[in-house]
């Protein structure tokens, strides 16, 4: 079992800045693939990024140059930098993970509880 443990949300002004975090811990041999989805209410779930094992990274159209997504390997945690912050960008950000348990097993796929992202004045 793999678990996913987001933290960084929070209030912020419109114009501002937050950087969202999420470890990976659990029954992991690697990691294919990490991402942030969000969920705004009444809408449904949409990725905001992508991040391979090779750093290979996907953005959807609404926040290229505002977001970046990183990764730290060795702490199998993904990061979403957050700029010049939206109130359209309130939501409750989810990360994900494609994970293999071991090296000859295929990957499931696991989700983290969820941090919500409140962009207001």
């Known amino acids: 079992q793999v678990q996913l443990v987001e933290s960084g949300g929070g209030l912020v002004q419109p114009g501002g800045s937050l950087t969202l975090s999420c470890a990976a811990s659990g029954s992991i041999f690697s990691i294919n693939a990490m991402g942030w989805y969000r969920q705004a209410p009444g809408k449904q779930r949409e990725l905001v990024a992508t991040?391979?094992?090779?750093?290979?990274?996907n953005y959807a159209d609404f926040v290229k140059g505002r977001f970046t997504i990183s990764k730290d390997n060795a702490k199998n945690t993904v990061y979403l930098q957050m700029n010049s912050l939206k109130p359209e960008d309130t939501a409750v950000y989810y990360c994900?993970?494609?994970?293999?348990?071991?090296?000859?097993?295929?990957?499931?796929?696991?989700w983290g509880q969820g941090t919500q992202v409140t962009v207001s004045s």
């Open positions: 991040i391979t094992s090779g750093g290979r990274t």
């Open positions: 994900d993970a494609d994970v293999a348990h071991t090296l000859l097993s295929g990957t499931s796929r696991y």
